[in-house]
Every structure is written in structure tokens, then in C-alpha cells.
């Protein structure tokens, strides 16, 4: 969200009212694809602007003070320098904000996601340029169609429901491609928009939510936080993030998150090969969750088969719109009348058939949904698990233990865990040792001091520790035991009694072997064993 247009056309408002009748006393790069404007605000107090360019990670931060280096920095368009600040503004229909100099010359930052660049202009002559400069000097930048502006446009179709119906049917009736369509929403912003959406269709509600959301854009709640995987995050919606820390306006968050990604970037360059290539499997994991949705998929099937079912039922009616037909809805005569896009060269019988075929092939999917994302929630538990018996290590560790570990931290992933995860919740996940060796191994090497430790009393078998749930997770415990009452000898029991306190709590005996320990400040659960869900 750093990089969208909301955020871009605040910032620009911010540079303004900061560096207007001001000074650029320089431009320089002293690190690759690194650019720095270094200005005097009209108070005289010095400020830099960085760029980045080519940067998935962060676009653009002000701070206070000069700092440059004394080596290795190179001085960029001298011609510029001492020049004083007119003004500040984005581009009404991208992400391109024009720093406009007195002497007639211009700073254009391009804000693209991977071909960011910055220009030194004369009108709309390339005078230079960061990237690409020997190519691109000289050429002339195309001028700027006039039309509405993107917040001319959103604004407009937010004050219009029927303008925001001719979109929808534009696309006929397709609600991804619509929110594909509305001005200046990145992917980001269209997945926000779709994941508020749910699973109600009509333009109603459809526009509804797009206004709030536009409002959210508009009147920003500038924050920070961290996601699942610990990486910086920035929103300016009003929803919070997890670890969320608010700032008073927009380049305050922007210097913030930029710093905090920085740091964090150069962190993880330097983790573990293993333990790096685990968290990213676990992102694209949980990307990939993001997307399935088969209750969605089961809603379009029947919203499908509906529409074909009330074209059947409406064959005597005159097609007076080739690209649509509004009818009466007879499965739910209370709601409104129902407008079904349909295909201009294809009659209504026909119509109903494409509609019918789209909601079997609908519902083909649902299972292939189902145990895909069985199997992805599966395989993150146990990633999830595999990284928290990893401990946080700084980077001068983790050269060292990469250093120590060589070519071993080349081995494939998919080495064999010494315990079976199973998913309580959303926020829960049981381990369950393999045999004694892989007890010892997941209690004294994978559970933390304060995990639930659990096992069956009076007999042998497995190791249970329970990440994510404290002594107050009542539910949850009592749904571990029963697991761990089954993974143990005394299975096919009526009732079994099972142990559990916290791991902290749990230490290796003298001459005991391996998978026996001592247990201390233990509570006990008669449960019934329950074999867990495949």
C-alpha cells in the first residue's frame, strides 16, 4: 500500500506544504538504485528525499538532516542545484509526482512497481535521467490526455449508483473485472475490495463497500505493523494492522515503514539458507490460501444456475436488450428484479445453457478446492511448527551457522519432521511425537517454555505439545487431549486419564531414556480418545 495512488497523491500534498519556497541544494546516489534529493524547507532546516528505484519493498521516504556520505557518492544534475521549490503535485491520472523548479526545469519521480524512474525535465524534454539516461535523454515525454482525474472518476461513480451499474454490466456483470476496472485500485486494493465483498453479489452491496473503502482512501489512518512472517507493513486504512503503530501524516509513516523494511531486508538477507527457504514456501502457502475460497465458488455456481433456470422460464419474453435481460426473480419473489447479463450472439435458450455449463463447471471445482486447501493448511502447520523450533537468531549468528552448516543448508526441505501436526484452530496447531526418539527430539527441542505439554497417564505414547494456546484455551486442551489419549497405548479405552502442564514444566530424568521424562505441577483431563480428522 506504500506505492498506490491514495497514498502517492497525500504524499505529494505533505511534500508541498513542506518543501514549497524552499530549496534543492543537490542530488546524488550513494547506493545502487538510490536517489536523493537534498532540499532547505523555507525555514532553512535541511531535509532529504530518497528514491528507489527497481524496489518492491519501499518507493520513496523524507527525512530530516543531510547524510551523505563523504565517499563513494556521486553528484547528480548540477544544473539543478540551489534552484528554489514552486511546487509539489502528482499526476491527476498516475502515479508520477513533478517537483516544479523556478528556473523552469522539473524533478519527475515515476512511482512504478518495477520500472520506477526519476527525470530532470525542461517542460517535457528529458534533460537526464537516473535510469537509462544515454537512451532516454533528449526524448520528450508524451502530454497528458486531458480527462477526468482519478478522484474525478472514483468520486463520480461513488455519488452514482447507476454509474456504477453501467460499469458492472460494461463488464457484464463480472465482479473481479469491474474492480479490475475502477481507476487507480492496484491489485492490493482490489483484493481489500473483494475480500469485503464476501460472498454478496448485487451492485448494491458491491458499491457499498466501495464507498466505504474510497472514504477510507481518502480520509487516511496512517499505520504501521508487522505481518505473519514479521515483515514491516504500511496502510492508510482504517482497519489495523497486527502490531500497529499509528503516525500523524503520511511521510512520517512512509519514513517509518521504509526504515523498519530496510532493517528487516537486510536481516533476512543474511538468515539461514534453510530457514529463509521455509518462510517463503509458508508465504506463498498462505498466498495461495488467500485465493481459494469455495464458498465463493459455490455461490457464483448457484447464483449460475439460477439465472439459467429463470431464462428457461422466461423463453416467451421479447428480448428488447441484446446484452441483458432484467426478470422477476421467482426463487426469492421478495428481492428486487434480477438483470442477467447475456451473450448478444446467442438466443435465450442458449443463454440459459452457457449459464447452466458455467455452474457445473462451477461446482467440479468445489471438492478440488476442498482438499487443495486440506492440503496447504496441513503443510503450513508444519512449516509454522518447523520455524518456531527455530530460534531467532542475529545476523552475526546467522553467518556463523551458515558458515558451520555449509552445503548441509542445501538439503531439500521436505526433510522428515519428527512429529505430525495437526490444526486445532486458525491459531492453534498440536504436535504429536513419532516414536520415543521423536519425543525426546519435539519436547526438548521444538516446544517453547510456555507451549502445553501433553501425554497419557499411566501408559506409553506420544508426546503432545499444543503451540498457541495458553491454560486459559480450555476448548482447545480438551480437544488435544483427546487426540493425545488416542495417540497413546490405551486407545480403544472408554475414558483415559491425560496429563498436561506447560512445557517449562517438563524436564529430561536421570538415566532415563530417551522419550521418558519428568513431569511437574501437572493437571489431569479423563477423556474420551478421539482420532483426528484426516
Request: aromatic share 4%; proline share 5%; hydrophobic share 35%.
Amino acid at each position: 500500500m506504500f506505492r498506490n495512488y491514495f497514498t502517492l497523491f497525500h504524499a505529494a500534498g505533505e511534500l508541498h506544504e513542506t518543501l514549497a519556497r524552499g530549496t534543492l541544494t543537490g542530488v546524488h546516489s550513494q547506493e545502487k538504485n538510490q536517489l536523493v534529493l537534498s532540499f532547505l524547507n523555507r525555514a532553512g532546516e535541511p531535509l532529504e528525499l530518497t528514491l528507489f528505484i527497481r524496489n518492491p519493498k519501499t518507493a520513496l521516504f523524507m527525512r530530516s538532516g543531510h547524510h551523505r556520505k563523504k565517499k563513494q557518492s556521486a553528484s547528480l544534475w548540477h544544473i539543478s542545484e540551489d534552484d528554489t521549490v514552486q511546487s509539489v503535485a502528482i499526476s491527476p491520472v498516475d502515479r508520477e509526482i513533478t517537483i516544479t523548479l523556478q528556473s523552469g526545469l522539473s524533478i519527475m519521480l515515476q512511482l512504478f512497481a518495477t520500472n520506477s524512474n526519476a527525470f530532470l525535465l525542461e517542460k517535457r524534454t528529458v534533460i537526464d535521467a537516473f535510469k537509462n539516461s544515454t537512451i532516454l535523454k533528449g526524448t520528450h515525454l508524451p502530454e497528458q490526455q486531458e480527462s477526468s482525474s482519478i478522484i474525478e472518476q472514483l468520486d463520480s461513480l461513488a455519488d452514482s449508483l447507476a454509474d456504477f451499474e453501467e460499469l458492472l454490466q460494461q463488464h457484464n456483470g463480472d465482479i473481479e473485472h469491474t474492480v479490475a476496472a475502477l481507476p487507480g485500485f492496484d491489485r492490493k486494493l482490489q483484493r481489500e475490495l473483494l475480500t469485503r465483498l464476501e460472498n454478496h453479489h448485487p451492485a448494491t452491496a458491491l458499491h457499498s463497500h466501495f464507498r466505504t473503502l474510497l472514504h477510507e482512501l481518502q480520509n487516511p489512518h496512517i499505520q504501521t505493523g508487522r505481518n505473519q512472517d514479521g515483515a514491516p507493513e504500511f496502510s492508510i486504512l482504517h482497519s489495523p494492522l497486527n502490531e500497529s503503530l499509528q503516525h500523524e501524516n503520511i511521510l512520517q509513516g512512509l519514513a517509518a515503514y521504509s526504515i523498519a523494511t530496510l532493517r528487516h531486508t537486510g536481516t533476512a538477507m543474511q538468515e539461514p539458507p534453510l530457514r529463509s527457504t521455509l518462510k517463503e514456501r509458508l508465504k506463498k502457502i498462505r498466498k495461495e490460501l488467500q485465493t481459494i475460497n469455495p464458498d465463493a465458488v459455490a455461490a457464483e455456481a448457484q447464483k449460475n444456475e439460477i439465472s439459467g433456470h429463470l431464462l428457461i422460464a422466461s423463453l416467451y419474453l421479447e428480448r428488447t436488450r441484446p446484452e441483458s435481460i432484467t426478470l422477476t426473480d421467482i426463487f426469492s419473489p421478495e428481492s428486487p428484479p434480477r438483470t442477467i447479463p447475456l451473450q448478444r450472439e446467442l438466443n435465450l435458450q442458449q443463454n440459459a445453457e452457457h449459464y447452466f455449463q458455467k455452474s457445473s463447471k462451477g461446482k467440479g471445482k468445489i471438492e478440488g478446492l476442498l482438499k487443495r486447501r486440506k492440503k496447504l493448511e496441513v503443510e503450513a502447520a508444519e512449516l509454522e511448527a518447523e520455524l518456531a523450533g527455530m530460534t531467532a537468531e542475529e545476523p552475526s549468528d546467522a553467518r556463523q551457522r551458515r558458515k558451520s552448516t555449509g552445503s548441509a543448508a542445501q538439503k531439500k526441505t521436505a526433510e522428515r519432521l519428527p512429529f505430525k501436526s495437526i490444526r486445532i484452530s486458525d491459531t492453534i496447531t498440536l504436535l504429536i511425537g513419532k516414536n520415543a526418539a521423536d519425543n525426546n527430539t519435539l519436547t526438548f527441542q521444538h516446544a517453547r517454555p510456555n507451549d502445553i505439554w501433553l501425554h497419557a497417564r499411566g501408559t506409553s505414547g506420544s508426546h503432545c505439545v499444543l503451540k498457541g494456546a495458553s491454560p486459559d484455551h480450555s476448548d482447545a486442551i480438551q480437544k488435544a487431549a483427546a487426540i493425545a489419549a488416542w495417540h497413546s497405548k490405551a486407545k480403544h479405552s472408554g475414558l483415559v486419564p491425560v496429563i498436561y502442564t506447560l512445557k517449562k514444566h517438563v524436564r529430561r530424568g536421570r538415566n532415563l531414556p530417551p522419550g521418558q521424562v519428568v513431569v511437574e505441577r501437572e493437571k489431569v483431563l479423563m477423556v474420551k480418545p478421539e482420532k483426528e480428522l484426516p
